[in-house]
């Protein structure tokens, strides 16, 4: 699925110059479900903003899904992260004015033509994660648990292969918290591949495969025993 080779980016902050990745080498494969750890500064932010084809590195290389992505324009990295890549952020990212089944449909908007079903499949989805009676409310209208619910429906509704999570739950308190992650397992199961920024060790407990970061590259990176 993920596959990079001596992945670089460094930053510029006055005078001095910020390795936030230093030749990191990574592979994720289909069905994993893989938490990133680390201290602020660790490069786990930087990491994931690549990985999602919201930036690309100085050096090395990234393949996603066998496609160099490191290599390609603005636009294919667009087109990249509308088709393969569904993403859920810590502050929802919700539109105020929509209701969660619009809110659900939005990434479908961006894409040539609405594919078939896309309806159906929102609405199962929301129906899924506990939504079925909330589908015209808005993001007022739904607790914090509920809003994160409809932007994982709208991270799934156009079937990546992969979902990227940054802090998923870092907006909820411990019961929703504790919830949004059994719909992240349940999901694994189901065969999505998972990889989630959080930096609580009991959210990520729940991944099968911990990587801890520090100074941009990985120190460690522990696969838990089946």
């Not at 591949?193 to 959210?203: S, Y």
Request: glycine residues 8%; aromatic residues 4%; proline residues 4%.
């Amino acid at each position: 699925m993920i596959a990079t080779q001596a992945l670089t980016r460094t930053f510029h902050v006055g005078d001095a110059t910020v390795h936030a990745l230093d030749a990191v080498d990574l592979e994720v494969h289909p069905g994993e479900f893989v938490a990133v750890m680390g201290p602020s500064g660790s490069g786990k932010s930087t990491l994931m903003n690549i990985l999602g084809c919201l930036d690309t590195p100085d050096a090395g290389e990234y393949r996603l899904l066998d496609e160099a992505v490191s290599e390609l324009d603005d636009e294919s990295l667009s087109r990249i992260r509308n088709a393969h890549i569904g993403f859920v952020f810590q502050s929802f990212h919700l539109l105020p004015r929509m209701s969660a089944l619009e809110n659900t449909l939005l990434p479908l908007r961006y894409a040539e033509s609405e594919p078939e079903g896309a309806r159906e499949r929102a609405h199962e989805l929301l129906a899924k994660l506990g939504l079925g009676d909330r589908l015209d409310h808005r993001p007022n209208q739904l607790s914090g648990g509920q809003r994160q619910r409809v932007a994982i429906a709208r991270a799934l509704v156009s079937t990546p292969p992969l979902l990227l999570a940054d802090e998923p739950t870092g907006n909820l308190d411990s019961r929703t918290s504790d919830e949004i992650m059994q719909l992240f397992t349940g999901l694994n199961a189901e065969g999505q591949t998972i990889v989630m920024v959080t930096h609580e060790d009991e959210i990520a407990a729940y991944a099968s495969r911990v990587i801890h970061m520090r100074d941009g590259k990985i120190e460690r990176d522990h696969v838990k025993a089946a």
